[in-house]
């Protein structure tokens, strides 16, 4: 069974700079998709994904401003969230997407970003 545990949210002013980290284990991390995905009051929106291969995707939103990575060696992906804005407030969850059949996704529990003053 996938787990994955979120870790590195917090808080921190505007302009300021936070990295999550989400450790995965229970499967082959190589074959996942892994992704960054928040939720503030309203749905779960995508901000960050990155395929087994290394490519990456972002919302329009966060663009030149965060970075997701992934080690896997250490079976980890990371999102490096720089000149942070009180919009970017949110319970932000790791996705793993199995890129082979049969295609099951998991989440993780959460962790928790405010960007205030």
């Known amino acids: 069974q996938v787990q994955l545990v979120e870790s590195g949210g917090g808080s921190a002013q505007p302009g300021g700079s936070l990295r999550l980290s989400c450790a995965f284990s229970g499967s082959i991390f190589s074959i996942y998709a892994m992704g960054w995905y928040r939720q503030a009051p309203g749905e779960r929106e995508l901000v960050a994904t990155i395929?087994?291969?290394?490519?990456?995707n972002y919302a329009d939103s966060v663009k030149g401003r965060f970075a997701i990575s992934r080690d896997n060696t250490k079976s980890t992906v990371y999102l490096q969230m720089n000149s942070l804005k009180p919009d970017d407030t949110a319970v932000y969850y790791c996705n793993a997407a199995r890129e082979i059949y049969p295609e099951y996704t998991y989440w993780g529990q959460g962790t928790q970003v405010t960007v205030s003053s």
């Open positions: 395929t087994s291969g290394g490519s990456t």
